[in-house]
């Protein structure tokens, strides 16, 4: 039999298999050994209003998401905001196809994220501000990323405080801590909370730019960027909360790049490079809702002096601030009679 404590862990899970089948038939398949599902029966159980296909694109709407992808391809919009699939969106026998994990560990929370059970039921906040003392993180002529992962932190902390929430800093100031130093600090918060690391990033080349947010890999899906390890078949801590951790990502991934436009044109201060799987040490073991935020590129010169700017500093502090609001309202229980 299993023990209560695994049944607990497994109950949401249960919940969301139940609640799916329960729903009209879905249309599923094997491709290349692995579980799709077909956008026609998404279209149906998740109510679009219509899918339309023009050469390898395809559009699902509704009244309030719009969800674009491409045959062969791991990107998806929703309402603008980029996602990265686990696996492309397959085509047989004429149609289009999502694969099941894909359905289930990030569609579905982003769908329906109310749904995800006892998510909003919290005022703590642990901030994460990546890199300190000896390791200074990614570096350019204008600063440190630690330096500017601090900063940031600090801004939201303020934030955060004045709307009367519990904030926990795993640093306050320049000193060095380890990854499980920052995950255990976040492990002795006993009432719910959520994580959100804070960093800036570095490429080999000055022309890699942008924002991208990274939850953790579901089990069985590999580190983004790299095929599948035995160890990605293995639970981490923080895999309980895959449906949570994509929901604030969502959240706070939209709200930064809603936020990062030049009021009078519209157009974007950096480009969106999407919401992302990865098995980060920091965000594994944590026991709350986590994902990790990559600010911009200290590596690119026009972010460089971006990341540097008091004011943008200041936006990101309130996108994330404003992020974590959205997120609590999001996945706050339905109303009556929706589910």
Same mark, same amino acid.
């Given at each position: ?224 960027? /790299? #095929?599948? +390890?035995?160890?990605? =078949?293995?639970?981490?801590? !923080?895999?309980? $909360?895959? @449906? ?28 969106? /490079? #999407?919401? +992302?799987?990865?098995? =980060?040490?920091?965000?594994? !073991?944590?026991? $709350?809702? @986590? ?40 996945? !706050? ?7």
């Amino acid at each position: 039999m299993l023990r209560s404590s695994m049944l607990h862990r497994l109950l949401p899970l249960l919940l969301l298999i139940f609640t799916l089948a329960a729903q009209a038939a879905w249309e599923e398949r094997q491709i290349n050994g692995r579980g799709y599902i077909s956008l026609q029966s998404i279209k149906t159980n998740y109510q679009f209003a219509r899918i339309s296909t023009s050469g390898r694109a395809v559009v699902l709407e509704s009244d309030k998401v719009r969800m674009q992808l491409s045959l062969g391809s791991v990107d998806c919009l929703m309402n603008g905001v980029k996602f990265v699939f686990s696996y492309p969106v397959a085509e047989a026998d004429g149609k289009g196809w999502i694969s099941k994990i894909d359905l289930i560990k990030l569609v579905h929370p982003v769908l329906r994220p109310a749904f995800i059970e006892n998510a909003g039921n919290f005022r703590t906040v642990i901030i994460d501000a990546g890199h300190g003392g000896k390791d200074a993180g990614a570096t350019n002529r204008l600063g440190t990323e630690a330096r500017y992962n601090l900063i940031i932190a600090n801004h939201l902390k303020q934030i955060l405080l004045a709307q009367k929430y519990n904030v926990i800093m795993t640093r306050s100031d320049d000193r060095y801590l380890s990854l499980q130093q920052r995950v255990d600090i976040a492990n002795r918060v006993k009432e719910n909370a959520i994580f959100i690391s804070i960093h800036h990033n570095s490429a080999g080349n000055s022309a890699a730019r942008g924002i991208e947010t990274f939850t953790l890999s579901p089990v069985g899906v590999a580190h983004y960027g /790299r #095929g599948l +390890k035995s160890s990605d =078949f293995t639970a981490k801590t !923080g895999n309980y $909360h895959d @449906s949570a951790n994509v929901a604030l990502a969502t959240a706070v991934h939209g709200t930064v790049l809603t936020n990062l436009k030049d009021p009078k044109t519209g157009r974007s201060y950096t480009i969106d /490079r #999407g919401i +992302k799987r990865a098995r =980060f040490s920091v965000i594994s !073991g944590v026991e $709350h809702p @986590s994902i990790l935020l990559e600010c911009g590129f200290m590596t690119h010169p026009y972010e460089a002096r971006l990341i540097h700017d008091a004011g943008y500093q200041r936006t990101m502090a309130k996108s994330i601030a404003m992020a974590i609001e959205r997120y609590r309202r999001a996945v !706050g229980k339905p109303a009556a009679g929706q589910r």
